[in-house]
């Protein structure tokens, strides 16, 4: 895709775990187009977060491509790169106390990644003063330390630091499970005011499909390191192609009761938080697939357009829209 400002091309991570090689990024191939919000989501451990790492430039990667605005970033930057990377590229972490300095006062740790950038004296000191404003905190809070601040309003500082530099893409890793519910709506409002306000990419990350489907233009479903399922969010919500889709959906959402065809896969709370199984030669699902067949456990599964728009990878799509079809 040309107009992309992020692409990543069969995307590797590997991590030793003793002496075998754990895959927690396995052959990933991506766009986010300018203004798009992509929705990540998947059970833990299927690699969303190392995805969205090695995106921001925080995490190498073994194998594969990444173009940021249609230049293709190595693993190590050049400055210039570096450069590219920091205006362009942002993160929102889930734990944003850990991504404050307990040192530095709010409005400093405000300032900080424009003085990365070459902005500082007024002209820094400025911004951070408008974006505390922005983010609906009082100017007091400036002149505050990030332990003096409550968990939500350091999310909010965590957002200003991310959109500050003006950046084209921002990617939050679970920016409100840590915070209490009742901010969580403050601060997902937020981000979304803020993504409009300013047509930025977003890589969203999330537990909670219903904040996904809220704030998401399409959504990617992972498993065990590779994208089962992708497409524009309410079809993958509405009609779920891949099984392990439509498991995620049952378990979280209680599923569409009218999807009967995918909710025989087993849709039980005990069935989604059993450790995955991976299979090494097919589908890494199959081990877990209620309508796998034979060649599920030979071959691996590739990306396939369905008829509703989405990609789901599974060798069993055309059976599965059959099904559908005929309103199973
Ligand atoms: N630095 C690391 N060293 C070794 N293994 C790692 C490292 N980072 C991640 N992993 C492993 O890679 C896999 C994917 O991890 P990752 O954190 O990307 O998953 P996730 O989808 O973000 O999970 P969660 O929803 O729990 O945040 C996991 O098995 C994890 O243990
Ligand atoms: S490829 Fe086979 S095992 Fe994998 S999800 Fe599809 S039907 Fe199930
Ligand atoms: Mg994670």
Redesign the pocket.
């Known amino acids: 895709m040309t107009d992309a400002f992020v692409e990543v091309r069969q995307l590797r991570?590997h991590?030793?775990?003793g002496n075998n090689l754990?895959s927690?990024?396995d052959g990933i191939n991506l766009s986010i187009a300018p203004g798009e919000v992509l929705g990540l989501v998947?059970?833990?451990?299927?690699?969303?977060?190392?995805?969205?790492?090695i995106i921001a430039g925080l995490?190498p990667r073994s194998a594969g491509q990444l173009l940021i605005d249609g230049e293709e970033m190595p693993n190590q930057y050049s400055r210039r790169q570096f450069r590219t990377m920091a205006t362009n590229v942002q993160m929102v972490f889930q734990d944003s106390y850990a991504s404050l300095n307990p040192r530095m006062t709010i409005l400093a740790s405000l300032q900080e990644p424009l003085w990365s950038l070459g902005i500082a004296g007024q002209a820094a000191k400025d911004k951070a003063a408008y974006w505390l404003d922005r983010v609906g905190l009082p100017p007091s809070a400036g002149e505050r330390y990030p332990h003096e601040l409550s968990g939500g309003q350091r999310q909010r500082i965590g957002i200003a630091r991310a959109f500050i530099a003006e950046p084209k893409l921002v990617i939050c890793?679970?920016p409100v499970s840590a915070l209490d519910v009742s901010v969580q709506a403050q601060i997902i409002n937020l981000l979304q005011e803020l993504q409009r306000e300013h047509n930025t990419a977003m890589l969203f990350?999330a537990?909670d499909l219903a904040v996904v489907r809220f704030l998401a233009t399409r959504t990617a479903v992972?498993y065990l390191?590779e994208i089962v399922e992708i497409g524009p969010t309410d079809r993958v919500f509405e009609s779920p192609r891949h099984p392990y889709t439509a498991r995620l959906l049952a378990a979280h959402l209680d599923g569409n009761p009218r999807d009967r065809v995918l909710r025989v896969a087993a849709p039980t709370k005990t069935a989604v938080n059993r450790a995955p199984l991976a299979t090494d030669s097919g589908c890494r699902f199959a081990p877990r697939c209620h309508i796998a067949e034979p060649a599920c456990f030979n071959t691996p599964p590739w990306l396939q357009p369905s008829r509703v728009d989405t990609e789901a990878a599974c060798h069993r799509i055309v059976y599965i829209e059959i099904l559908k079809a005929r309103g199973s």
Do not use: P, W, Y
């Not at 998947?42 to 790492?53: A, N, P, Q, Y």
């Open positions: 991570c991590f030793k775990n754990l927690a990024v998947g059970e833990s451990g299927s690699g969303k977060s190392t995805l969205g790492r995490q890793d679970e990350i537990h992972m390191g």
